[in-house]
């Protein structure tokens, strides 16, 4: 026995990685402790003067949740301490300052808790694995590392062999990302093995379901969620939500629909499981007073969302009825009526705030989201009181929503123009103006409300477009400073693709080329969203021969892919694309993409120099793009 613990203790030592300016106390923590921590800032906070923030991400079996800490100076290193519970099984830390993070060398400052046999906790290791495999990147300033992932599972698997089974869905998933063609082999095999043992378990169809998914071969996957239906019916299913769910989306018409809502609703009451029909009721709720607003119901609407108990979720549905109707200039009492509720409720819900904090909030971050909240209700209201001429009264909300964005929002910063236009003297509002140009943040709109300005001040438009160049310029300038900040220099991967006619394609034909390359679906809406801005890219560098547009098609599930993306484009009119098929996700997967769409600036040296994830508005989207080719140049 003294050996087996002698074993333990040596390899529970090489489970995390090092932690040298990181230490705590008791030296192996179990669920309940106190764990009392010293740190030293190191990393990207090195020589920072000031205090970081701290907070921990505790892990737990009723889920994850973020604590904030408090870290105090003491003989020159940084003390905190937080308290588990007994229901605890791992803490990841985060330490943070001037929107950079100590990332302890991408391994994360992590503490796995003991159990009574002083090993740690067999569902830590998971924990673990979820850090290297997305929380770190969503919350603690790391890099998705699917080797440290993988490298987890096998530590559990090792001092836990019995856990090996019920959790190769995760180790499988994280193998086919972190390599593509062992996890294909790997997951194919327990496909087999699955099949053979006979399917005996609901666990065993949502393995080869889970598996067939990581695969996307969603045929099969549909085909044995159905076998799993008709071999496990569910003697609840008329209390289970997916059914409600269902009925919902079956429902022929609003009343139907509304019908459904209430029988919902009652039977969360009567099954006692309220807070688990919450979000299938919010899901609700928002759709169907979606529908009145988009019939442009509003008596309708207005006798629906009137049944809406919670506060919250009526203010959301008041201020998107307030803002269509002074979209469409109609019924705007009663959009003035609805706007008033909304921010009415917004202030007092941000100056003195109800519900609970989500769970992976952070207690600033719950706060900042109730005062952004604010902000958009009042940039509603505001406009809805503009459409009724009460400019004065319009103004102040305006300004509101514009001092909580700090000028960074171009649609508030829009409202602002049109309302400063009517409510004050040129000379007032135009440096305010002048400002939303310089930090980027303008539209059309604002300037032609700026050129006004400018012509009453100055009794003519004679230097206005050399005038509007140079507040542009500023703009581009911080711009590109803050991309110098996020640039890479990594080894873009190398790959051969055929396009949609047939022709290969390598990365290396355009060597000394800035290749921008975009991963999309045909079923992928931000993807889609972000084509418009695209187009206007393509053709910006059409006659530009050091400058090359690759998308490529990724992540079908369709028979025939290239025909699929054929139709796509030849209906979407995107002709000038030239796309490329990645019909086995190789390339994807090569390029470690999380999430579409994601474009990748490659340089002229053939490094990676910039990486961009999602899809926030068109605007944006033709500012960087043009400023990250040229850097990349």
């Known amino acids: 026995m003294k050996h087996f613990f002698l074993l333990v203790a040596i390899f529970c030592s090489t489970l995390t990685f090092a932690q040298d300016n990181f230490t705590y106390t008791p030296e192996n923590p179990k669920p309940g402790d106190v764990i009392n921590f010293s740190y030293t800032q190191g990393g990207d906070l090195t020589g920072i003067l000031k205090i970081p923030e701290a907070y921990a991400i505790v892990f737990s079996d009723k889920g994850a949740e973020i604590k904030d800490l408090t870290l105090k100076r003491e003989y020159g290193k940084l003390v905190g301490s937080v308290k588990t519970d007994a229901n605890s099984r791992m803490l990841a830390f985060a330490f943070t300052a001037d929107d950079k993070f100590d990332t302890n060398n991408n391994n994360g400052f992590i503490i796995q808790l003991n159990n009574e046999e002083g090993k740690p906790i067999s569902k830590s290791f998971l924990d673990v694995a979820s850090i290297y495999s997305s929380f770190g990147e969503y919350k603690l300033g790391m890099k998705t590392d699917n080797a440290k992932a993988l490298k987890t599972y096998e530590n559990l698997f090792k001092l836990y062999p019995k856990d090996k089974s019920e959790n190769m869905v995760g180790y499988l998933m994280a193998l086919h990302s972190e390599n593509m063609e062992k996890g294909n082999a790997a ?14 378990s609901e666990k065993d169809y949502d393995n080869l379901i889970s598996y067939y998914n990581i695969l996307r071969l ?4 549909t085909f044995f969620i159905k076998m799993k239906a008709e071999k496990f019916p569910s003697n609840e299913a008329k209390k289970d939500m997916n059914a409600y769910y269902a009925k919902y989306m079956a429902a022929p018409d609003l009343a139907g629909k509304e019908a459904v809502l209430k029988e919902t609703i009652e039977e969360a ?14 899901f609700i709720q928002q759709n169907i007073a979606n529908a009145y607003i988009a019939k442009k119901d509003w008596d309708g609407f207005k006798n629906f969302a009137s049944q809406v108990t919670d506060n919250r979720a009526k203010a959301n549905l008041y201020n998107s009825a307030a803002w269509k109707m002074q979209e469409e200039g109609t019924d705007l009492k009663l959009a003035e009526e609805l706007s008033k509720y909304a921010v009415t409720f917004g202030k007092a819900d941000w100056k003195k705030p109800t519900g609970e904090k989500g769970k992976m909030q952070r207690y600033s971050e719950w706060i900042a989201q109730k005062e952004k909240d604010y902000a958009t209700y ?6 809805v009181l503009y459409r009724l001429g009460k400019y004065k009264q319009a103004l102040s909300f305006a300004k509101e929503a514009n001092v909580i964005n ?3 929002e171009t649609a508030h910063n829009n409202t602002y123009a049109l309302i400063a236009e009517k409510a004050m003297p040129a000379s007032k509002y135009k440096p ?3 400002q939303f140009l310089k930090n980027g943040k303008s539209n059309e709109t604002i300037t032609g409300i700026l050129k006004n300005a400018y012509v009453a001040e100055k009794k003519s438009d004679a230097g206005f477009d050399m005038y509007l160049v140079a507040l542009g310029k500023e703009a581009y300038n911080k711009m590109v400073a803050e991309l110098k900040k996020e640039m890479l220099n990594d080894p873009a991967p190398q790959f051969t693709l055929k396009d949609m006619d047939g022709k290969t394609v390598n990365l290396s034909d355009f060597k000394g080329k800035v290749v921008i390359l975009d991963f999309w679906a ?4 931000p993807c889609i969203a972000s084509m418009p801005g695209m187009q206007k890219m393509v053709n910006k560098y059409k006659d530009d021969p050091n400058v090359k547009f690759l998308f490529v098609d ?9 025909a699929n993306a054929k139709k796509f484009i030849a209906d979407k009119g995107y002709n000038e694309f030239h796309v490329l098929m990645d019909n086995e996700d190789k390339v994807v997967s090569s390029y470690k993409v999380t999430g579409i769409p994601t474009k990748f600036i490659i340089g002229k040296d053939g490094n990676i120099k910039f990486k961009e994830i999602g899809f926030d508005g068109e605007e944006n989207l033709v500012k960087s793009l043009p400023a990250m080719v040229e850097l990349a140049n």
């Not at 969603?218 to 996957?221: I, K, S, T, W, Y």
């Not at 009451?269 to 919010?282: H, I, M, Q, R, Y």
């Not at 009042?378 to 406009?383: I, L, V």
């Not at 990724?554 to 290239?562: A, F, G, S």
């Open 187 to 200: 997951i194919q095999k327990e496909i087999e093995n699955t099949i053979k043992s006979g399917l005996k």
């Open 218 to 221: 969603r045929q099969q996957a």
């Open 269 to 282: 009451k009567a099954s006692g499981k309220t807070d688990e029909f919450t979000p299938l009721v919010n």
């Open 378 to 383: 009042a940039d509603t209201y505001a406009m």
């Open 406 to 408: 700090k000028g960074m």
């Open 432 to 434: 305010i103006l002048e």
């Open 522 to 525: 045909t079923w992928c809406g």
């Open 554 to 562: 990724t992540w079908q599930t369709e028979d025939d892919k290239v």
